[in-house]
């Protein structure tokens, strides 16, 4: 990622900053904003969070090069009113979309750099076309998904999926994780209406039918991107599910998640109502 692609990051942040906003980009550790954030300024804090994930791929492409380079946690703070070091937790669908987008590309920087470079290189060619702050977003989680099922074996997005998910802050378990992961995500905006029943279990398996209305991310009108379901799940319980089922609805869509036993995880980033 370097040449034309960092070149095309530095001018997205040129898009992204404003003259005077209340909002900045800092490293958590020091409350300095380093390059290529520095000094630089955002109307809004979705707007802002954008900014952090793409100057942390930024500076992440240019460690490849030279490993002085200091790849800083950053975080979104408000001038004068928010300590760096305890970011607000995101409060729109950008600000989520970018959390976790942030936390699998450092996640991806560490052995799967060509996934990483691929994501940031559709991120980019998307925001040539779009100014919908939020179809960006989902471009980026809808591109991230499926970079990760096309490029990396099963056991490989189980291994980044966890490890994404452990950079990101705990969420309380409760008696249903997979309820409390749908919940979130309905906050978020990321889907209208969900509904989950018990199906009968296989052998050493909680299975659940999920069905899902509005479901916002989408690559076709048979292939599902669950990665942020598997992210949000993943924060709940360290055992990576198997989705399986798959079917497409009028409203959205329906498939079986399956935690616990000896089956090996699968459907952990797209799944496809084909066979």
Same mark, same amino acid.
């Given at each position: 990622m370097v040449g034309r692609t960092l070149s095309d990051i530095r001018a997205r942040l040129d898009d992204l900053s404003v003259a005077v906003g209340p909002y900045r980009v800092v490293s958590a550790k020091t409350g300095d904003g380093p390059f290529p954030v520095t000094g630089r300024q955002f109307p809004d804090r979705a707007t802002a969070a954008e900014a952090a994930t793409v100057a942390s791929a930024y500076r992440r492409a240019l460690r490849r090069y030279d490993p002085r380079v200091t790849v800083h946690d950053l975080v979104v703070t408000e001038s004068a009113t928010l300590d760096a070091a305890s970011p607000a937790p995101p409060r729109t669908l950008p600000e989520y979309c970018h959390s976790v987008a942030g936390a699998l590309f450092e996640t991806l920087s560490d052995r799967h750099a060509p996934v990483e470079r *691929?994501?940031?290189?559709?991120? $980019?060619?998307?925001?040539?076309? *779009?100014? #919908?702050?939020?179809?960006?977003c989902l471009t980026m989680l /809808?591109?991230?998904? #499926?970079?990760?099922?096309?490029? $990396?074996?099963? #056991? /490989?997005?189980? !291994?980044?999926? $966890?490890? *994404?998910? /452990? !950079?990101?802050?705990?969420r309380s378990v409760g008696d249903e994780p997979l309820v409390g992961t749908l919940e979130s995500l309905q906050r978020t905006g990321l889907l209208r209406e969900y509904a989950v029943e018990p199906v009968p279990a296989e052998t050493g398996r909680r299975s659940k039918r999920v069905t899902v209305e509005g479901y916002r991310p989408s690559l076709s009108s048979d292939r599902c991107p669950v990665l942020p379901v598997v992210v949000e799940l993943l924060r709940r319980t360290a055992v990576a599910p198997s989705i399986t089922g798959t079917t497409r609805t009028a409203a959205g869509w329906e498939f079986v998640v399956a935690t616990a036993g000896d089956m090996p995880a699968d459907g952990l980033s797209v799944v496809s109502t084909r066979v």
């Open positions: *691929t994501v940031m290189d559709a991120y $980019l060619a998307a925001a040539e076309r *779009t100014a #919908d702050r939020e179809r960006l /809808e591109r991230s998904a #499926d970079a990760l099922a096309r490029q $990396l074996s099963a #056991d /490989e997005q189980a !291994r980044v999926l $966890l490890a *994404t998910a /452990e !950079r990101l802050p705990t």
